[in-house]
T-cell receptor, first 114, second 116 residues
Framework: DTEVTQTPKHLVMGMTNKKSLKCEQH?????MYWYKQKAKKPPELMFV???????INESVPSRFSPECPNSSLLNLHLHALQPEDSALYLC?????????????FGQGTRLTVV | AQKVTQAQTEISVVEKEDVTLDCVYE???????LFWYKQPPSGELVFLIR????DEQNEISGRYSWNFQKSTSSFNFTITASQVVDSAVYFC?????????????WGLGTSLAVNP
């Protein structure tokens, strides 16, 4: 089983809303990632968790708040987003954070901020 | 300076044609890893291959093949007898050291359209 499952697949939210994106993997991977991808662009790394601890924050605005409740789950809490935050949000996992091993990606959440 | 260059923004071919997607990279690391990912319209990034800097052996997997040449810093990807299902955006990526971590540096992607 090489699945990374993300929910929801689509999300429309207002600028004053609070919502959460969820990601789950059962491959025993110890590194999990959040990426943001705008149309026709490559993914941009946002956060890396390694052994359930935040190891990289790519200077992401505080309106994005990651959480790793356990080794299988990764959440991204959203609050007071802007329309320019509309994008595809991808979760990924790998055996460890070294990125020497391949990362497996979920199908993403298409987020629209109105 | 861009570290992973995919010079072809868009490629359009007719089914059964062979097509090569180019990737040129730049790094000062002696140990690094190169990847190819496929992103179909559904959005998921699908891992295709990983290659480390010490392994220049070319690889073939079904209709897919990869040509890694350190001398020219290239890691090109060829699809033989292309099919409509190959239509996707293909990303080449380089893993290099960033402090105590390693990061993926992505190319801008090549959008491949395979027409019936």
């Amino acid at each position: 089983d090489t699945e990374v499952t993300q929910t929801p697949k689509h999300l429309v939210m207002g600028m004053t809303n609070k919502k959460s994106l969820k990601c789950e993997q059962h491959m025993g991977h110890r590194a999990m990632y959040w990426y943001k991808q705008k149309a026709k662009k490559p993914p941009e790394l946002m956060f890396v968790y390694s052994y359930e601890k935040l190891s990289i924050n790519e200077s992401v605005p505080s309106r994005f708040s990651p959480e790793c409740p356990n080794s299988s789950l990764l959440n991204l809490h959203l609050h007071a987003l802007q329309p320019e935050d509309s994008a595809l949000y991808l979760c990924a996992s790998s055996q460890d954070r070294g990125v020497d091993t391949e990362a497996f990606f979920g199908q993403g959440t298409r987020l629209t901020v109105v | 300076a861009q570290k992973v260059t995919q010079a072809q923004t868009e490629i359009s071919v007719v089914e059964k044609e062979d097509v090569t997607l180019d990737c040129v990279y730049e790094t000062r690391d002696t140990t690094y890893y190169l990847f190819w990912y496929k992103q179909p319209p559904s959005g998921e990034l699908v891992f295709l291959i990983r290659r480390n800097s010490f392994d220049e052996q070319n690889e073939i997997s079904g209709r897919y093949s990869w040509n890694f040449q350190k001398s020219t810093s290239s890691f090109n990807f060829t699809i033989t007898a292309s099919q409509v299902v190959d239509s996707a955006v293909y990303f080449c990526a380089l893993s290099e050291r960033a402090g105590n971590n390693r990061k993926l540096i992505w190319g801008l992607g090549t959008s491949l359209a395979v027409n019936p």
